[in-house]
């Protein structure tokens, strides 16, 4: 009978080289940092044009390449009309922003108001701070959005 042991003299040299190999991974990984007022910015640009100012071919050219991809300019303007089938907002204000960690996207969150109807938006953007942002995702409601422990509000 054949015994095998867990331990084996060559699993301990092992060992020494998981360190090294995680350290490397790491370093591997990019450091990605957000220009909050130029996402702050871009987010209300594109909710003034799209929304406010029902521009719908400048609010279609904010968006990201990515959306652009899969979202034609037919497709924008009939997702922004049922988002608005009454009214649209008069004008809109950044609320907060919540950068999504290790990822180049971040949230920002505006709100907006026509004859006492509330518009609150979240807005996904894609890009950093070395890059320019684009429109990945834009969503409405009628209640403000939860709030997260990495929410900050404009200015903080």
């Not at 990495?150 to 200015?155: H, M, T, V």
Request: aromatic residues 10%; positive net charge; charged residues 25%.
């Amino acid at each position: 009978m054949v015994m095998t042991s867990l331990s084996s003299p060559i699993q301990p040299r092992m060992r020494f080289l998981y360190l090294p190999m995680a350290a490397a991974l790491l370093g591997c990984v990019e450091s990605i940092e957000h220009d909050q007022a130029r996402g702050a910015k871009k987010a209300e640009e594109f909710v003034q044009v799209a929304f406010v100012k029902s521009d719908a071919d400048r609010g279609y050219a904010l968006l990201a390449p990515a959306t652009k991809r899969y979202v034609s300019l037919e497709q924008f303007k009939r997702v922004v009309a049922r988002m608005h089938p009454q009214a649209a907002p008069k004008s809109v204000r950044v609320l907060a922003l919540e950068p999504m960690k290790g990822e180049k996207a971040i949230y920002v969150y505006l709100s907006g108001e026509n004859s006492g109807e509330w518009f609150h938006y979240r807005i996904t953007l894609e890009g950093t701070a070395k890059t320019d942002y684009g429109v990945l995702k834009f969503e409405r409601s009628n209640e403000p959005y939860a709030g997260s422990s990495d929410r900050k509000k404009l200015g903080e």
